[in-house]
């Protein structure tokens, strides 16, 4: 077969790079060491046979279960056997798989608390059977009724001094545990966050290891347990519902690194009452280092579609269409879209350094970084997973109605990131946690009293409190600490529109004062988020160690971030008084001169996330370009339908219809006879 144009096109694109790629990847990876033994390890599970995955847009909820249980046993034999324990590898590994698996709640959250919340003689005694898979965990925090409002969770554990048991209950329907992962039909225990009783006293959320079925995978008295239907997306997943009724558990099955009750039913809190968020953390924290690169997987696909479609006028020379990616228009809405995924690369590495400094102070009983940890893993997680989410359905858009079908991978990555929105909760609600922590910093430097990292711009109150945009000339719109010093400001001063919101209404309490503050409050939290992530790129192109043939093509990506940030939110900027109408029009000449500059490096950007074929999972996205074959290669052999040329239910429904049709009208041609 000839070789197509579309493959011509992508080798074309490529020989347009202006960087290494391979140098590229390596950073992004972490290094060639890194970046060999991810692919190795990736390679090795992606390419299994077990863990195939074509079939897998066919099935339904209980296919798509049943499978992913044999893809479940043959991961962890498999890690065992490879003896694979470091965390980055383990999560190479489970990459490679590209599904979630009924596991993952015990890999992503019960595993973690277990070695983080326990206290030596519980980690002897369960993280041995956690780690060797004696036991599933799930974790057993969303509720039917509450969700990311831990504090109004239901479910109780009272403690009975008697017996030195804990009784975990079920009191409503409301209080019925919803949505974890694993819990509906595999886990054999679960890390139970309930009410905690003793004494008559209500002490908050605590967390419990509590055992759901026996031996034989049958649920233990006075549990009941199942999935909660099919979802959106991640239908390998048993999602599951669990109610308690009166269940016993022993005393020592309450998680007491930081808390704990003695025999007699006397309670010792914890040196700070955010330390049992810790699990929520780790997710957080993972979330927001996943999304650049689930953000890259769409790009990826719809770059390289772009790239080599070709729609509309043609090169009088070549007689071809133009290339869709040399349209303006879909530069403006995929190339933004590509810096940010650069951005929210090492904004995820700023994340995983916080929350390791956090881990190790943590270990030396010192909570001094959980409130900004805390904070800021809620902010940036609301952030990143609606940018990446919308991202997904951009690039999906994007694609034309070839991006609507299931053979794009598109859909399916999409379907299964949604979930990300809400999991660990949902931006309404994290942004309030930020713009409260944001606040109360606030109040500090009025004090003179330190503040947290990521809070040290709201130190240079009096310079950002007045300061204008210095922008005169294109030249100007490259400047490094200009778009610093743009988002901090703005950032700044939102903080003082919420308190400002706050005072005006605090005359009907701080309850009302705050529900009627939210719009200010959500705008602070995604501000500060968003200067977070502008300053995390910025800098790490001035302190990273990255290659100079890199640094050029990052530099640009960087400037685009931060310029199209600025234009989509001219409203806030301007509102503030930090910029005017003739700074926002360089600002938007200086951004159509950033497209034309990255437009030639596009597909290598991509490539350089080093995505394979398998992974991809998507006629669009092949690394040699060729969509319309892949397209239709894939419908003629993958799709069930195309088995035979006859369809199931013709002799039943289309015949008859047919048949019943001839005659009617042989009827009506028989009648004006």
């Known amino acids: 077969m000839a070789e197509s144009v579309e493959v011509r096109t992508m080798r074309a694109e490529r020989s347009k790079a202006s960087f290494p790629v391979d140098e590229m990847s390596n950073l992004l990876w972490g290094g060639p060491e890194r970046r060999a033994r991810m692919e190795e390890l990736r390679t090795a599970f992606s390419e299994d046979p077990v863990f195939r995955k074509d079939d897998r847009i066919f099935m339904n909820h209980q296919q798509a279960y049943k499978r992913s249980l044999e893809k479940m046993a043959h991961f962890h034999k498999k890690m065992l056997e490879m003896g694979i324990t470091k965390e980055d590898e383990a999560t190479w590994c489970y990459r490679g798989l590209d599904e979630l698996i009924p596991s993952e709640t015990h890999l992503s959250m019960f595993l973690p608390a277990m070695r983080s919340q326990t206290s030596p003689e519980q980690r002897a005694k369960w993280l041995p059977l956690a780690e060797s898979f004696a036991i599933i965990g799930a974790y057993a925090q969303t509720e039917l009724a509450h969700g990311s409002n831990v504090r109004g969770l239901e479910t109780t554990a009272t403690y009975l001094p008697d017996t030195q048991e804990f009784e975990i209950h079920s009191p409503t329907l409301g209080s019925t545990k919803w949505w974890p992962g694993g819990l509906g039909l595999t886990a054999t225990h679960a890390l139970v966050a309930a009410r905690l009783i003793t004494k008559g006293q209500d002490h908050g959320v605590h967390n419990f290891i509590v055992p759901l079925r026996d031996s034989e995978h049958k649920p233990l008295p006075g549990v009941e347990l199942g999935d909660i239907g099919p979802k959106v997306g991640f239908n390998t997943l048993d999602n599951g519902f669990a109610l308690f009724t009166r269940v016993r558990i022993p005393r020592v099955n309450m998680l007491m690194r930081y808390s704990r009750v003695e025999p007699d039913g006397t309670y010792v809190p914890p040196a700070h009452a955010k330390v049992g968020y810790g699990p929520m953390m780790h997710v957080r924290a993972n979330i927001v280092s996943y999304a650049a690169s689930a953000l890259a997987r769409a790009l990826t696909i719809a770059i390289r ?8 006028s043609r090169d009088p020379a070549t007689g071809l269409e133009r290339q869709v990616l040399d349209y303006t228009s879909q530069q403006w809405a995929l190339l933004p879209l590509l810096a940010t995924s650069y951005a929210m690369l090492f904004t995820g590495r700023a994340m995983r350094a916080l929350y390791s400094g956090l881990q190790q102070t943590m270990q030396a009983d010192d909570m001094t970084m959980l409130p900004e940890v805390h904070a800021t893993s809620a902010g940036l997680k609301a952030l990143v997973t609606l940018v990446t ?3 997904i359905e951009q690039c999906r858009k994007l694609c034309g109605g070839h991006g609507y079908s299931q053979f794009s991978g598109l859909p399916e990555t999409l379907a299964n990131y949604l979930a990300t929105c809400t999991v660990e909760g949902t931006a309404e609600v994290l942004g309030q946690q930020t713009a409260r922590y944001i606040l109360k910093a606030l109040v500090s430097v009025r004090k003179g009293k330190p503040v947290g990292l990521h809070c040290a711009y709201l130190t240079h109150f009096a310079k950002l409190s007045s300061l204008k945009c210095s922008v005169r000339t294109l030249a100007d719109c490259d400047s490094f600490a200009v778009l610093e010093q743009l988002y901090d400001a703005r950032a700044l001063r939102l903080a003082l529109a919420a308190e400002a919101a706050l005072a005006a209404n605090a005359v009907h309490g701080p309850d009302q004062a705050w529900n009627a503050s939210l719009v200010s409050l959500l705008a602070l939290s995604r501000a500060h988020c968003q200067a977070f992530v502008v300053r995390t790129f910025l800098r790490a192109l001035t302190t990273d160690t990255i290659a100079a043939p890199l640094k050029p ?25 930090i910029l005017t109408s003739d700074q926002h029009d360089l600002f938007h000449e200086r951004a159509l001169l950033l497209l034309a500059e990255i437009r030639p490096d596009a597909v290598a950007l991509v490539d350089a996330w080093a995505y394979s074929d398998t992974l991809l999972n998507s006629a669009l996205g092949m690394r040699d370009g060729d969509i319309y074959r892949h397209l239709f290669v894939a419908a ?9 040329p006859i369809p199931d239910g013709y002799h039943e429904y289309i015949k008859p219809m047919l048949e019943g049709g001839a005659r009617h009208v042989a009827a009506l041609a028989k009648a004006k006879l």
């Open 305 to 312: 579609f772009s790239a080599v479609r070709r729609q509309g």
């Open 389 to 391: 989410a919308d991202g």
């Open 636 to 644: 003629r052999t993958r799709e069930p339908l195309n088995r035979s």
């Open 553 to 577: 093509v990052l530099t640009r990506l960087a400037l685009l971030h931060a310029i199209r940030g600025i234009l989509a939110d001219a409203g806030e900027f301007f509102h503030s008084g």
